[in-house]
Structure formats: structure tokens, C-alpha cells
């Protein structure tokens, strides 16, 4: 089965308001990271985050691994935040930096 | 601020030709990746070399090749495109092998027609 997923599918706000996307995962994990995409574009990495809290910005990431799910949290949304959420963990033992990925959040922000 | 080039950005094509793709990092990174983008924005691995070496190749149709001359690059040949190979392929790498930042390419569109 799916070993990553993210949540909502799709999200769609209003400039200014929050959201709050979910990456539960099924295993045991290594380091937890969370990249941004627009469309036709390049993956960008917003957090490495294994466990805690990290902020950056309007972005605040905060995995919980007894809980197993990490969270990214978007405040003030603003239209150019609109694109693709992709979270992705690395397993422990393999030694090999393979990433699973999630199917991802689309995020939509209107003006 | 891209420091991971990738070329060409798009590649039509036809069924049974063969394509490659180019792949260099500037950020002096060890380990180098490929990963397939598909239709529904899933990513997985296909290929990661470290310092030259294969270091993972996953159930991948023997028609993909990666090549490496360096470990600043990692190309990927595929011998003779199938319809189900159209994709973003991306390229991307990190530091050492694990509990790092990946740093993507903008990625390689392909479609066969």
C-alpha cells in the first residue's frame, strides 16, 4: 500500500487565509522533507525536518514521528503560493537516500 | 537559483526511438538521481550514483541506461521509447547519500507519440 500520504488532494483559499497540508506515512523514517513545485516547474526543497518543529517564513513544518505525520502549515496564503505540495521520507537500514514520495496537494490561492 | 541544468526541456519523439537526456550539478554534490515525474505528479527513483558508482537502480525497463562520467553528471539514455515512458524526468543530487536535502533539476519532458 501507499506508504506516503498527503492530504487534502487539492485546497483551494482565498488570498490571506491559512492552510494546513498532512503527510502521514506507514513506516519507520530516517529524515522528512517537503518540496514546493509549480507548475512546469522545478521541485524546490522547503524543509528537511526528521522531527520537530521548523519555521521559515510564512512556512511552518512540524513532524511528529510517534504520531508518524508531518504537517506543513501556510499562513497568509498569497497567490504565488499556488503550485504543488510534495512531501517525501527517506527509510532507515537502506543507505541508499531513496525518497518516497506522496501523491502531493495542489494548492490554489485566489486573489 | 538552479544548480542543478538540465537538457533539453522538452522531447517529442516517436515509439522505438532513441532519446537521451543530460544532467549536470555546479554545487559539488557526490550523489546523483533520477526520478520519473508521471501523469498523476507521483515521483519515483529510477537511478542514484554516488561518486560515479550505482548505488540504487529500481525495477527499471533494461531500455534505461544511466551514464556517468563524473560525478558532476548523470545522463539517462532510453534505447527505444515506449508509449508509457512519457514523463518529467528529473534529475537531482545531494551532498552525500542520505539525511540531506535533495536539490531537483527543472526537469525533462517527455512525450512519445
Known amino acids: 500500500g501507499q506508504q506516503v500520504q498527503q492530504s487534502p488532494a487539492s485546497l483551494v483559499l482565498q488570498e490571506g487565509e491559512n492552510a494546513e497540508l498532512q503527510c502521514n506515512f506507514s513506516t519507520s523514517l530516517n529524515s522528512m522533507q517537503w518540496f514546493y513545485q509549480r507548475p512546469g516547474g522545478s521541485l524546490v526543497s522547503l524543509f528537511y525536518n526528521p522531527s520537530g518543529t521548523k519555521h521559515s517564513g510564512r512556512l511552518t513544518s512540524t513532524t511528529v514521528i510517534k504520531e508518524r505525520r508531518s504537517s506543513l502549515h501556510i499562513s497568509s496564503s498569497q497567490t504565488t503560493d499556488s503550485g504543488t505540495y510534495l512531501c517525501?521520507?527517506?527509510?532507515?537500514?537502506?543507505?541508499?537516500?531513496?525518497?518516497?514520495f506522496g501523491h502531493g496537494t495542489i494548492l490554489r490561492v485566489h486573489p | 537559483e538552479t544548480a542543478v541544468f538540465q537538457t533539453p526541456n522538452y522531447h517529442v519523439t516517436q515509439v522505438g526511438n532513441e532519446v537521451s537526456f543530460n544532467c549536470k550539478q555546479t554545487l559539488g554534490h557526490d550523489t546523483m538521481y533520477w526520478y520519473k515525474q508521471d501523469s498523476k505528479k507521483l515521483l519515483k527513483i529510477m537511478f542514484s550514483y554516488n561518486n560515479k558508482q550505482l548505488i540504487v537502480n529500481e525495477t527499471v525497463p533494461r531500455r534505461f541506461s544511466p551514464q556517468s562520467s563524473d560525478k558532476a553528471h548523470l545522463n539517462l539514455r532510453i534505447k527505444s521509447v515506449e508509449p508509457e515512458d512519457s514523463a518529467v524526468y528529473l534529475c537531482?543530487?545531494?551532498?552525500?547519500?542520505?539525511?540531506?536535502?535533495?536539490?531537483f533539476g527543472h526537469g525533462t519532458k517527455l512525450s512519445v507519440l
Open positions: 537531482a543530487s545531494r551532498p552525500g547519500q542520505i539525511n540531506e536535502r535533495l536539490f
Open positions: 517525501a521520507l527517506e527509510r532507515p537500514g537502506a543507505n541508499t537516500g531513496k525518497l518516497t
